[in-house]
């Protein structure tokens, strides 16, 4: 649930929300008025920009920047901002990966903000085909927020990460074992940013499992909270200091992924 935001707090949202202009029609920019955000990336938009309505592509009172994929109707991000970035770029500088529109970064100040959406591992007949793609995004993504952290940026890496990394972070890990995204390599990608010092901002605020941000649209999935954390806000160990909260809107529809996101001190940008 989303915490009532200070005034002093600066609030950094991420969703997936599985085709703009769909969520559009169930409430999206009600849910941006709303949301207390300072700083909001959406993942899969599935649009070009262009093709948006007004109220999605240019809100009033947000600067907006977006991420298409070559393919149409397919993957790309976008980022909405109060405050107007210092510099935005989009893509990782590989075409492999950049053809799919899956991240997009911004700097604000001393805060760097990195907005991804990761490859799913299913394949088209859901053969985990797509995994060895998927870990080389996860490593190509790893190595520029490195370099950024090294650079003395306070680093945000926010979106669908499409894996959860341990058991309590699923409903059901063993039914799951050989599923993309809880398959062993992926979840050791995930734990190599652990080990590198990255802070999953919300499971170091909320140890305990039954929280999720993603449920399958097929059945009562969500009625009956059997889902998968699978989106996160991860944080350069700089930026603990600035953390103040960090949360899943599980009770937020309009998609089958919950907007996560986290209230930082605003000294962050300084």
């Known amino acids: 649930m989303r915490p009532r935001k200070s005034a002093e707090s600066l609030r950094v949202l991420s969703w997936n929300i599985n085709g703009l202009r769909a969520a559009g029609k169930k409430g999206f920019a009600d849910w ?9 990336g959406v993942q899969e938009v599935r649009a070009f920009a262009e093709q948006l309505p007004d109220a999605l592509r240019s809100p009033r009172r947000w600067h907006t920047h977006f991420t298409p994929a070559q393919r149409p109707g397919y993957s790309g991000v976008g980022l909405y901002s109060k405050r107007a970035p210092d510099k935005v770029e989009p893509g990782l500088g590989d075409p492999v990966f950049d053809i799919e529109g899956r991240v997009q970064t911004a700097r604000f100040g001393r805060l760097f903000v990195v907005n991804a959406y990761f490859p799913n ?4 007949d859901r053969d985990n085909s797509r995994v060895p793609y998927k870990l080389g995004f996860y490593r190509a993504l790893f190595d520029l927020v490195q370099r950024k952290r090294r650079g003395g940026y306070r680093v945000l890496v926010m979106g ?3 894996t959860a990394h341990t058991e309590i972070d699923l409903a ?7 599923t993309s995204g809880f398959l062993a390599e992926e979840r050791d990608e995930l ?29 009562t999935a969500r009625e009956r909270n059997v889902g998968w954390r699978i989106d996160y806000v991860m944080a350069s160990p700089n ?6 909260a960090a949360f899943i809107e599980s009770e ?16 962050v940008l300084i």
């Open 32 to 40: 941006l008025r709303a949301s207390s955000g300072d700083i909001v």
């Open 121 to 124: 591992g299913n394949g088209r």
């Open 160 to 162: 669908d990460f499409n």
């Open 172 to 178: 059901r890990p063993k039914q799951n074992k050989k």
């Open 191 to 219: 734990g190599r940013w652990l080990d590198a010092g990255w802070i999953d901002s919300f499971r170091s605020l909320t140890p305990e499992g039954g929280h999720y941000s993603w449920w399958s649209q097929r059945g």
């Open 239 to 244: 930026l603990r200091p600035f953390l103040r």
């Open 252 to 267: 937020t529809t309009g998609s089958d992924h919950a907007p996560v996101g986290v209230d930082l001190d605003p000294a």
